[in-house]
Nanobody, 113 residues
Protein backbone atom coordinates (compact mmCIF):
# COMPACT_ATOMS: atom_id res chain seq x y z
CA UNK A 1 0.00 0.00 0.00
CA UNK A 2 1.02 3.61 -0.62
CA UNK A 3 0.67 6.18 2.10
CA UNK A 4 1.00 9.96 2.00
CA UNK A 5 1.38 11.89 5.25
CA UNK A 6 1.24 15.68 5.33
CA UNK A 7 2.69 17.79 8.11
CA UNK A 8 3.69 21.35 8.86
CA UNK A 9 0.33 23.06 9.06
CA UNK A 10 -0.63 25.39 11.84
CA UNK A 11 -1.72 28.87 12.80
CA UNK A 12 0.14 31.85 11.41
CA UNK A 13 -0.53 35.56 11.10
CA UNK A 14 -0.94 37.23 7.74
CA UNK A 15 2.42 37.82 6.13
CA UNK A 16 3.98 34.84 7.84
CA UNK A 17 5.41 31.65 6.40
CA UNK A 18 4.91 27.91 6.67
CA UNK A 19 6.50 24.92 4.98
CA UNK A 20 4.41 21.82 4.43
CA UNK A 21 5.84 18.34 3.97
CA UNK A 22 4.39 15.28 2.30
CA UNK A 23 6.16 12.00 2.96
CA UNK A 24 5.39 9.13 0.60
CA UNK A 25 5.87 5.56 1.74
CA UNK A 26 4.79 2.08 0.75
CA UNK A 27 5.18 -0.19 -2.24
CA UNK A 28 6.71 2.28 -4.69
CA UNK A 29 10.28 2.66 -5.85
CA UNK A 30 10.19 6.39 -6.46
CA UNK A 31 7.83 9.34 -6.55
CA UNK A 32 6.74 10.92 -9.78
CA UNK A 33 4.16 13.66 -10.36
CA UNK A 34 2.85 15.21 -7.17
CA UNK A 35 0.53 18.05 -6.36
CA UNK A 36 -0.61 20.15 -3.45
CA UNK A 37 -4.31 20.94 -3.27
CA UNK A 38 -6.36 22.86 -0.77
CA UNK A 39 -9.98 23.00 0.24
CA UNK A 40 -11.75 25.49 2.45
CA UNK A 41 -15.18 24.80 4.00
CA UNK A 42 -17.90 25.21 1.41
CA UNK A 43 -15.37 25.59 -1.40
CA UNK A 44 -14.15 23.30 -4.15
CA UNK A 45 -10.77 21.67 -3.89
CA UNK A 46 -8.24 23.59 -5.97
CA UNK A 47 -4.72 23.01 -7.21
CA UNK A 48 -2.09 24.96 -5.33
CA UNK A 49 1.08 23.66 -6.96
CA UNK A 50 2.26 20.68 -8.97
CA UNK A 51 5.60 19.14 -9.84
CA UNK A 52 6.40 16.53 -12.49
CA UNK A 53 8.83 13.65 -12.38
CA UNK A 54 11.36 15.84 -14.21
CA UNK A 55 10.98 18.74 -11.82
CA UNK A 56 8.86 21.16 -13.82
CA UNK A 57 6.34 23.06 -11.73
CA UNK A 58 3.04 24.83 -12.08
CA UNK A 59 1.07 26.98 -9.68
CA UNK A 60 -2.39 28.27 -9.13
CA UNK A 61 -2.84 31.91 -10.04
CA UNK A 62 -3.52 32.93 -6.46
CA UNK A 63 -0.22 31.59 -5.13
CA UNK A 64 2.28 32.36 -7.88
CA UNK A 65 5.19 34.33 -6.52
CA UNK A 66 4.45 33.36 -2.93
CA UNK A 67 4.60 29.55 -2.85
CA UNK A 68 7.31 27.17 -3.99
CA UNK A 69 6.99 23.42 -4.51
CA UNK A 70 10.06 21.23 -4.42
CA UNK A 71 10.94 17.60 -3.79
CA UNK A 72 13.51 15.28 -2.29
CA UNK A 73 13.45 12.15 -4.41
CA UNK A 74 15.84 10.22 -2.18
CA UNK A 75 13.53 10.64 0.80
CA UNK A 76 10.32 10.50 -1.25
CA UNK A 77 9.15 13.81 0.13
CA UNK A 78 7.57 16.84 -1.49
CA UNK A 79 7.43 20.26 0.13
CA UNK A 80 5.38 23.40 -0.21
CA UNK A 81 7.04 26.56 1.05
CA UNK A 82 4.46 29.26 1.64
CA UNK A 83 5.43 32.89 2.15
CA UNK A 84 3.40 36.08 2.52
CA UNK A 85 0.40 34.11 3.69
CA UNK A 86 -3.04 35.67 3.49
CA UNK A 87 -6.27 34.86 5.34
CA UNK A 88 -7.68 33.52 2.06
CA UNK A 89 -5.01 30.82 2.17
CA UNK A 90 -6.79 29.24 5.13
CA UNK A 91 -7.73 25.69 4.14
CA UNK A 92 -6.89 22.05 4.55
CA UNK A 93 -3.93 21.27 2.34
CA UNK A 94 -3.70 17.84 0.72
CA UNK A 95 -0.88 16.04 -1.04
CA UNK A 96 -1.66 13.93 -4.11
CA UNK A 97 0.40 11.34 -5.97
CA UNK A 98 -0.97 11.35 -9.49
CA UNK A 99 0.00 7.80 -10.42
CA UNK A 100 -2.58 5.77 -8.55
CA UNK A 101 -4.39 8.91 -7.37
CA UNK A 102 -3.27 8.60 -3.76
CA UNK A 103 -4.22 11.27 -1.24
CA UNK A 104 -3.04 12.15 2.20
CA UNK A 105 -5.29 13.06 5.12
CA UNK A 106 -4.48 16.75 4.87
CA UNK A 107 -2.99 19.35 7.18
CA UNK A 108 -4.80 22.44 8.42
CA UNK A 109 -3.40 25.87 7.61
CA UNK A 110 -5.03 28.83 9.33
CA UNK A 111 -3.97 32.40 8.59
CA UNK A 112 -5.23 35.15 10.86
CA UNK A 113 -5.56 38.78 9.84
Amino acid sequence: QVQLVESGGGLVQAGGSLTLSCAVSGSIFSISALGWYRQAPGKQRELVAGITSLGSTNYGDFVKGRFTIFRDNANKTVYLQMNSLKPEDTAVYYCNLRVGNYWGQGTQVTVSS
